[in-house]
């Protein structure tokens, strides 16, 4: 037991304390074995130290001497750490209690030192120590006097590396604590945005059903059952932020039935969507506003008939979803409607900057609406 004690306790303890507590059994039973296993390791260390340190001076030892004395030392120690680790627990280095902890620590330390060297005293002439007296009195006094300040240390430096432990798990708490607060709100931010878009959609609904009741009541009758169909489906699925693409182009068509019972025949649309794209995840209801600016901006404000297309392709790894219609294209330094901004904002939640929303004036006139997504499907 020499004034190596000290330096290269520092090193196993911090191997220690790397390992996380727990609190349950598992957690227990890991955190002996990362206990044993470390001090271990120390008491090989300062073996191999002695062992060589005695060649050194010629004054050979035999290596399993040498190894059974650390050995004990360190198994004492071992079994002092988990005692350290409940006291740092329960009066941790920090304010407002500090001092008082520093005098319980104080204390410790100092029990759990001569604890070591009583328990190391009594073991001594069975392992062959040196600096053994014919007593177990002599011995543990004879130590007292010679390595007793060179073991307090140890009992430190167990406390502060489970202080500084509890410090970066605390750190790491606070991170996955943000990020989930982080998705709860942008959880939240998206609902809010869906919400805002169902009233706008059910608003125009009605509001054709409410034209048809003067002239067409069997008609109204019908788009009144497919609004409810819609409402039903839309209601079903308010918790999903993705479906299918062929979930989302269903819904529209009997958005687009509705809406043509409303403009008859000066409507008229296509949707050209392959089969093989409809797994493709898309986000809920996002062609929809797309559409219905469509046809409220382009072929709402025009007197003869107008076109419609909602369109789909894969480039590579993206989806690129497109609704374009031949309106009037859109009027210079023209603000960004409710229904678009939100759609941007949807977008920009779900995916990042792994998105694109676009709105432009065609050049054979009418506006392009254009979204690239990740390619993803449901499988």
């Known amino acids: 037991m020499g004034g190596s004690t000290a330096g290269g306790t520092l090193v196993s303890e911090e191997h220690v304390m790397a390992t996380p507590v727990g609190d349950n059994g598992s957690g227990i039973g890991r955190r002996g074995v990362a206990i044993l296993g470390a001090w271990t390791l120390v008491a090989m260390l300062f073996a191999g130290q002695a062992w060589f340190a005695a060649q050194e001076r010629g004054e050979p030892v035999a290596w399993t001497r040498a190894s059974a004395i650390w050995l004990v030392w360190a198994a004492v120690w071992a079994a002092l750490t988990p005692i350290a680790l409940r006291l740092e627990a329960r009066f941790p280095l920090q ?5 008082a902890a520093l005098a319980v620590h104080g204390v410790a330390s100092a029990a759990c ?11 001594a002439p069975v392992i062959g120590a040196t600096q053994v007296e014919p007593t177990w ?14 073991n307090l240390p140890v009992y430190w430096l167990i406390v502060a590396a489970a202080h500084v432990e509890r410090l970066v798990r605390a750190a790491r708490e606070e991170d996955r604590r943000r990020l989930r ?21 059910l608003f125009n609904a009605l509001n054709t059903i409410s034209v048809l009741m003067h ?21 079903d699925s308010t918790e999903a932020h993705e479906v299918t693409l062929g979930e989302e182009i269903g819904f529209l068509e009997s958005y687009l039935e509705i809406e043509q019972a409303r403009f008859g025949e000066r409507l008229s649309y296509r949707i050209l969507v392959p089969d093989q794209l409809l797994e493709a995840r898309v986000p809920n209801l996002i062609l929809q506003p797309l559409v219905e600016n469509a046809l409220r901006h382009g072929l709402a404000t025009r007197a003869g008939p107008g076109r419609v297309e909602i369109k789909a392709d894969r480039r ?17 330094a023209t603000t960004e409607r409710v229904g678009l901004t939100n759609t941007r904002a949807r977008l920009r939640l779900l995916y990042a900057d792994r998105q694109r929303f676009e709105v432009r ?19």
């Open 113 to 123: 030192a001569l604890i070591n060297l009583a328990l190391f005293a009594l073991a």
């Open 215 to 235: 002239e067409n009541v069997d008609a109204a009758d019908r788009i009144l059952l497919q609004l409810s169909a819609l409402l039903r489906r839309s209601l």
């Open 361 to 379: 004036n065609s050049d054979d006139g009418g506006v392009i609406a254009q979204i690239d997504l990740p390619w993803r499907t449901v499988a």
């Open 95 to 99: 304010r407002p209690h500090l001092l």
């Open 137 to 150: 009195l002599g011995t543990f006094s004879r130590l007292l006097g010679t390595t007793f300040l060179l």
């Open 316 to 332: 590579g790894d993206s989806l690129l979803l497109c609704v374009v219609d031949d309106g009037r294209g859109l009027p210079p």
């Open 181 to 201: 607060l982080e998705a709860q709100l942008a959880d939240a931010r998206l609902q809010t945005l869906r919400t805002q878009l169902q009233p706008h959609f």
